[in-house]
């Protein structure tokens, strides 16, 4: 629904952007993917992720390279706290803005890169959009961590 409605505001020029912005995203993702895998040269990176609640269900972004859905969130700048990382990558995923956030717990992973991940619980306010990064959807949480992706899993398994 939520694509519905973004493409019939779009004229044919702009939503033809918006599928090449996706599929950059998609390109991009991959490559650092597979190259930080290979050789990471900075170590565990730092990311941030935000579980924001709708009554019995949680806020998850499809992702648009392919690899699933995660978590609203992303890779902290090295000059940045987990925070401000926070709040700007759901800014960017999701158009909503943080009011609050907690800190769950941090954990390591390393399925796909070495990171530490810093998980928040979230309480957000305005109106979801799309981003080049994936289209935020709301699912249950025993709906969807088969589809998750793998470096989430555990936080799934945690909140049950």
């Given amino acids: 629904m939520l694509n519905r409605s973004l493409h019939q ?8 952007l918006h599928r090449g912005k996706r599929l950059l995203f998609a390109v991009i993702s991959k490559v650092g993917l597979a190259t930080y895998s290979t050789f990471p040269i900075f170590g565990p990176l730092r990311a941030s992720v935000g579980v924001i609640r709708n009554a019995a ?8 390279d392919g690899r699933g859905f995660s978590f609203p969130g992303g890779l902290a700048f090295f000059w940045k706290t987990a925070e401000q ?3 700007r990558e759901i800014l960017e995923e ?3 803005r943080v009011r609050k956030s907690i800190p769950l717990f941090t954990y390591s992973a390393a399925n796909e890169i070495p990171c530490t991940i810093t998980v928040f ?3 957000a306010d305005g109106e979801l ?9 709301w699912l249950a949480l025993t709906e969807m961590r088969s589809s ?5 899993r555990s936080i799934v398994d945690r909140l049950l």
């Fill in 9 to 16: 505001r779009q004229g044919p020029l702009s939503a033809a």
């Fill in 57 to 64: 269900r949680v806020l998850l972004i499809d992702r648009s």
């Fill in 85 to 87: 990382a926070l709040v």
């Fill in 94 to 96: 999701t158009g909503l």
């Fill in 121 to 123: 619980e979230v309480e």
């Fill in 129 to 137: 959009a799309e981003s080049w990064e994936g289209s935020p959807c």
């Fill in 148 to 152: 998750l992706l793998p470096s989430q």
